[in-house]
């Protein structure tokens, strides 16, 4: 096997060996019903992570994310308000995202800052604003909510497709043509791999910059409309956090942190055992919730040990 | 013959260097054309701007008779200008594929067809009698294939300047020879050439003509044939050579000082086979060898930068214990390691904070150095060495090869080391560095201080040895007393043990 698969095999390996540890533990744990509520219960941090994936693969990182999601459910709350309809007040959010993802790029590559601070930059004018328009939960009522959380497609078994697991799905699949078969795609791993070998061997580096953070604004903004559609609501503090758990999906995923290596499906399986072992500790019951936490962080030690090994097959071989 | 690329006037300023001063250079098709000069003569700065890396301040460029305005990389390719560098300048984590379709990517509605991709890339390689598999990342590969890669890449069905920095720098012999191979053919499909390299002999073996820049300044340019050696070198000069080839008189008694330092069995499992070596107060001792004959792993077995898992070494009488590099360093050794700018200088941090570097760690870092300390330091060694720097304060990475190997051994002896341990001191340097470096080598011996000097020119080491250790398969076959090194015996050591 080509040994760019190793990764999305190691996690899709783990993914698969926690699941069976649930069936074996718990009855009724192997089932469609769980794998449909895993879906539908991380959809939203998932697409978000797909975004992101795109920023790690690139070497960068965006810190935005999770206030994005909130700042998207909060507008999106308020617009309900005054009657706008959540499909039309969610697009508007998708290009809120895109040109906000944007600006983000153009400043970094622009100003030559680094993208942490850059993006923690913007985790914070986002987060504010969220404060700035309410304080408070704020319901979405709109009748197309309700439609919306109905929609599934039955699974084999008792388990449903939800219409959160659907949109995810299909942002994932979008992604990965994207990714794998694009020249922006390919560019994106060139700028990780080697941002300088990259920019002799021709590829445009603002264009590409200020795309791959508009992609990552997009899909955080995507994941922000699919949770205020999810909770019907918009609260200020919703996605607090959540940028760090859309890396830890990346990063379980098998994409390095240092960029270039790593494939956009990875993160659906990372953000899938993240969720995992949530469900995990939620039919164990007696386990206090912070295990999900620490067995999360556990995971990730392991996988970026694991990582580490894989890079050096990647080093340039001795010439001496 | 018509020039196929003609430069016309062409001048470059950055601040406070004028880097280009109306040069004229011109390249006919058909023709390897070498490009030679001292390290800041202003090679890279005219390359750079034939391939669309950096505007010109004024001046043309001519393709083909018409001119034209070269405005990024990109355009330079697009007009059928390719360019291959020292360091391969593809992305190490993908595949070869992806490497030589980068940015040409064949499109089926919209989306690439990797099948097609595949197809090219291997078209693309076949050209140039390379057989690989394309799918394995770039990375895997020896430096060597990724040279042929990175020329594959350049080379397009319309290309007719091809660009080739320094291309043999890291490649022994035999890869060279099959560089030359493809350059030779390509020379017969019309391309025009421009060859950049230190080595001489291969621009006598390879180009048709040569133009020689110093300090900003074409100084000469001309048939290779009607160019000898010392002259084309006079010319990069500019100042009537020194031979350096000429053993340097050793200082008497060299060999009767104490031993510093002696390894016993030191070795490492699939790296270096276990070997003894000593060193004595105010020796030089060279590692000779051929590419990959274990030259640099001795030097880092010593200095603890690898590990070994046999033996021991003894410096200055005591047991090392922990082969570290900070051990290393806190009994009186210092390293500077062959690959500059991977393993050595720290290019963003100012020339005071390279040298400093070493020092401190040595100190620790519960003593800091004063900023005037420092200051006075640095500019001490500055003045010591040459270095060819405004101030100690600027960035390392935007000095010369030769002056940031002079930075290095700056930090190396900052610390006052009483073993000093070089691998390559000269590489990727020209000329006049490399003199420089040669004499500062013998000037430090004769200070008393042991040195370990690690090289693959057999002239350097036979200028600065005062004893040699054969390497070869990484393992020690011989060592070559002060009275008996010559390049016959040298050569001979290496041959005998082929057996």
């Given at each position: 096997m080509n040994e760019k698969y190793l990764p999305l095999a190691a996690t899709i390996a783990v993914f698969l060996a926690l699941f069976l540890i649930g069936g074996f533990l718990y009855k009724n744990f192997l089932s469609t019903l769980v794998l449909g509520d895993i879906l539908a219960d991380n959809a939203f941090i998932i697409i978000a992570a797909i975004g992101t994936t795109f920023v790690i693969l690139s070497g960068g990182i965006d810190l935005s994310i999770g206030s994005m999601i909130g700042f998207v459910g909060v507008v999106m709350a308020n617009l309900d308000v005054v009657g706008w309809h959540p499909l039309i007040s969610g697009g508007l959010m998708l290009g809120f995202g895109l040109l906000f993802g944007a600006l983000q790029g153009l400043i970094i590559d622009f100003c030559e800052i680094q993208p942490f601070i850059v993006t923690l930059a913007g985790l914070f004018l986002l987060r504010g604003s969220c404060f700035m328009v309410n304080l408070d939960s704020v319901p979405i009522r709109h009748p197309f909510v309700a439609w919306f959380a109905g929609l599934s497609i039955p699974l084999p078994g008792e388990g449903e497709l939800r219409s959160s697991a659907i949109v995810m799905l299909v942002a994932l699949a979008v992604a990965i043509v994207i990714a794998h078969f694009t020249r922006f795609g390919a560019n994106v791993y060139a700028i990780g791999g080697d941002r300088v070998s990259a920019a002799l061997m021709g590829v445009p580096m603002r264009r590409t910059t200020v795309a791959i953070y508009a992609l990552g604004g997009v899909y955080s903004a995507l994941g922000g409309v699919i949770y205020a559609l999810y909770t019907s609501s918009g609260y200020p503090l919703a996605g607090t956090g959540n940028e760090l758990t859309a890396i830890a999906s990346v990063v379980l995923g098998g994409t390095l942190l240092t960029g270039g290596v790593g494939m956009v499906a990875g993160t659906l399986f990372g953000g899938m055992i993240l969720g995992l072992i949530a469900t995990l500790i939620d039919f164990n019951?007696?386990?206090?919730?912070?295990w999900i936490m620490i067995s999360g962080g556990i995971l990730l030690f392991l996988f970026i040990v694991m990582q580490r090994s894989l890079v050096g097959s990647f080093k340039l071989r001795d010439t001496t | 013959m018509t020039a196929r690329i003609e430069m016309i006037g062409v001048s470059k300023e950055f601040p406070a260097v004028r880097a280009l001063e109306r040069v004229n250079f011109r390249v006919a098709s058909g023709e390897v054309h070498a490009l030679m000069g001292e390290n800041g003569a202003g090679k890279s700065t005219l390359i750079k701007i034939m391939t669309g890396a950096l505007g010109s301040d004024e001046g043309e460029i001519r393709l083909d008779g018409r001119p034209v305005e070269i405005s990024s990389p990109g355009h330079a390719r697009a007009l059928g200008i390719g360019a291959v560098y020292q360091e391969v300048n593809l992305v190490p984590t993908m595949s070869v594929t992806k490497n030589l379709t980068l940015g040409r990517q064949p499109r089926r509605f919209g989306l690439i067809s990797w099948r097609e991709a595949r197809d090219r890339a291997c078209e693309k390689l076949e050209r140039l009698k390379v057989d690989i598999d394309v799918e394995r990342p770039l990375g895997s590969y020896s430096v060597a294939v990724q040279q042929l890669i990175a020329i594959a890449r350049a080379l397009e069905d319309d290309t007719r300047v091809l660009v080739l920095d320094e291309p043999t720098a890291s490649l022994d012999a035999n890869e060279t020879e099959l560089l030359f191979q493809v350059v030779r053919d390509l020379k017969h499909r019309g391309l025009a050439i421009v060859f950049i390299t230190h080595f001489i002999d291969q621009v006598y073996e390879i180009s048709d003509r040569i133009s020689v820049l110093r300090n900003g300044r074409l100084v000469g340019a001309g048939a290779t044939a009607d160019l000898p050696r010392l002259k084309l070198i006079s010319l990069m000069l500019g100042r009537e050579l020194k031979r350096t080839e000429e053993r340097l008189a050793a200082a008497p008694?060299?060999?009767?000082?104490?031993?510093v330092l002696s390894a016993e069995g030191l070795g490492k499992r699939r790296t270096m086979a276990p070997f003894d070596l000593s060193l004595r107060a105010g020796e030089v001792v060279g590692l000779s060898g051929l590419l990959g004959s274990g030259r640099t792993e001795v030097a880092k077995l010593i200095f603890g930068a690898t590990r070994p898992d046999s033996g021991h070494l003894e410096v200055s009488g005591e047991r090392m214990t922990a082969h570290s590099p900070r051990q290393s360093l806190r009994r009186g050794m210092a390293f500077c390691p062959e690959d500059r700018k991977a393993e050595g200088i720290l290019a963003e941090l100012t020339v005071r904070e390279n040298i400093i570097l070493a020092l401190q760690t040595k100190m620790g870092w519960l003593r800091l150095l004063r900023q005037n300390e420092q200051e006075k330091l640095a500019e001490e060694m500055i003045r010591a060495l040459g270095i060819a720097t405004p101030d100690a304060d600027k960035p390392v990475g935007q000095l010369s090869g030769g002056n940031q190997q002079k930075v290095m051994l700056a930090r190396a002896l900052v610390s006052d080391p009483r073993i000093l341990i070089l691998d390559?001191?000269?590489?990727?340097?020209?000329v006049g560095a490399h003199a420089e470096i040669v004499s500062l080598i013998r000037k430090l011996s004769a200070e008393g201080l042991a040195l370990l000097v690690a090289s693959s020119e057999l002239d350097e080491l036979i200028a600065v040895s005062d004893r040699i250790a054969v390497l070869r398969d990484r393992r020690k076959v011989g060592e070559i007393a002060r009275n008996d090194i010559t390049r016959e015996n040298i050569i001979g050591t290496i041959a005998s043990a082929r057996s």
């Amino acid at each position: 096997m080509n040994e760019k698969y190793l990764p999305l095999a190691a996690t899709i390996a783990v993914f698969l060996a926690l699941f069976l540890i649930g069936g074996f533990l718990y009855k009724n744990f192997l089932s469609t019903l769980v794998l449909g509520d895993i879906l539908a219960d991380n959809a939203f941090i998932i697409i978000a992570a797909i975004g992101t994936t795109f920023v790690i693969l690139s070497g960068g990182i965006d810190l935005s994310i999770g206030s994005m999601i909130g700042f998207v459910g909060v507008v999106m709350a308020n617009l309900d308000v005054v009657g706008w309809h959540p499909l039309i007040s969610g697009g508007l959010m998708l290009g809120f995202g895109l040109l906000f993802g944007a600006l983000q790029g153009l400043i970094i590559d622009f100003c030559e800052i680094q993208p942490f601070i850059v993006t923690l930059a913007g985790l914070f004018l986002l987060r504010g604003s969220c404060f700035m328009v309410n304080l408070d939960s704020v319901p979405i009522r709109h009748p197309f909510v309700a439609w919306f959380a109905g929609l599934s497609i039955p699974l084999p078994g008792e388990g449903e497709l939800r219409s959160s697991a659907i949109v995810m799905l299909v942002a994932l699949a979008v992604a990965i043509v994207i990714a794998h078969f694009t020249r922006f795609g390919a560019n994106v791993y060139a700028i990780g791999g080697d941002r300088v070998s990259a920019a002799l061997m021709g590829v445009p580096m603002r264009r590409t910059t200020v795309a791959i953070y508009a992609l990552g604004g997009v899909y955080s903004a995507l994941g922000g409309v699919i949770y205020a559609l999810y909770t019907s609501s918009g609260y200020p503090l919703a996605g607090t956090g959540n940028e760090l758990t859309a890396i830890a999906s990346v990063v379980l995923g098998g994409t390095l942190l240092t960029g270039g290596v790593g494939m956009v499906a990875g993160t659906l399986f990372g953000g899938m055992i993240l969720g995992l072992i949530a469900t995990l500790i939620d039919f164990n019951g007696s386990l206090n919730g912070a295990w999900i936490m620490i067995s999360g962080g556990i995971l990730l030690f392991l996988f970026i040990v694991m990582q580490r090994s894989l890079v050096g097959s990647f080093k340039l071989r001795d010439t001496t | 013959m018509t020039a196929r690329i003609e430069m016309i006037g062409v001048s470059k300023e950055f601040p406070a260097v004028r880097a280009l001063e109306r040069v004229n250079f011109r390249v006919a098709s058909g023709e390897v054309h070498a490009l030679m000069g001292e390290n800041g003569a202003g090679k890279s700065t005219l390359i750079k701007i034939m391939t669309g890396a950096l505007g010109s301040d004024e001046g043309e460029i001519r393709l083909d008779g018409r001119p034209v305005e070269i405005s990024s990389p990109g355009h330079a390719r697009a007009l059928g200008i390719g360019a291959v560098y020292q360091e391969v300048n593809l992305v190490p984590t993908m595949s070869v594929t992806k490497n030589l379709t980068l940015g040409r990517q064949p499109r089926r509605f919209g989306l690439i067809s990797w099948r097609e991709a595949r197809d090219r890339a291997c078209e693309k390689l076949e050209r140039l009698k390379v057989d690989i598999d394309v799918e394995r990342p770039l990375g895997s590969y020896s430096v060597a294939v990724q040279q042929l890669i990175a020329i594959a890449r350049a080379l397009e069905d319309d290309t007719r300047v091809l660009v080739l920095d320094e291309p043999t720098a890291s490649l022994d012999a035999n890869e060279t020879e099959l560089l030359f191979q493809v350059v030779r053919d390509l020379k017969h499909r019309g391309l025009a050439i421009v060859f950049i390299t230190h080595f001489i002999d291969q621009v006598y073996e390879i180009s048709d003509r040569i133009s020689v820049l110093r300090n900003g300044r074409l100084v000469g340019a001309g048939a290779t044939a009607d160019l000898p050696r010392l002259k084309l070198i006079s010319l990069m000069l500019g100042r009537e050579l020194k031979r350096t080839e000429e053993r340097l008189a050793a200082a008497p008694g060299a060999s009767e000082g104490p031993v510093v330092l002696s390894a016993e069995g030191l070795g490492k499992r699939r790296t270096m086979a276990p070997f003894d070596l000593s060193l004595r107060a105010g020796e030089v001792v060279g590692l000779s060898g051929l590419l990959g004959s274990g030259r640099t792993e001795v030097a880092k077995l010593i200095f603890g930068a690898t590990r070994p898992d046999s033996g021991h070494l003894e410096v200055s009488g005591e047991r090392m214990t922990a082969h570290s590099p900070r051990q290393s360093l806190r009994r009186g050794m210092a390293f500077c390691p062959e690959d500059r700018k991977a393993e050595g200088i720290l290019a963003e941090l100012t020339v005071r904070e390279n040298i400093i570097l070493a020092l401190q760690t040595k100190m620790g870092w519960l003593r800091l150095l004063r900023q005037n300390e420092q200051e006075k330091l640095a500019e001490e060694m500055i003045r010591a060495l040459g270095i060819a720097t405004p101030d100690a304060d600027k960035p390392v990475g935007q000095l010369s090869g030769g002056n940031q190997q002079k930075v290095m051994l700056a930090r190396a002896l900052v610390s006052d080391p009483r073993i000093l341990i070089l691998d390559e001191p000269t590489r990727g340097i020209d000329v006049g560095a490399h003199a420089e470096i040669v004499s500062l080598i013998r000037k430090l011996s004769a200070e008393g201080l042991a040195l370990l000097v690690a090289s693959s020119e057999l002239d350097e080491l036979i200028a600065v040895s005062d004893r040699i250790a054969v390497l070869r398969d990484r393992r020690k076959v011989g060592e070559i007393a002060r009275n008996d090194i010559t390049r016959e015996n040298i050569i001979g050591t290496i041959a005998s043990a082929r057996s």
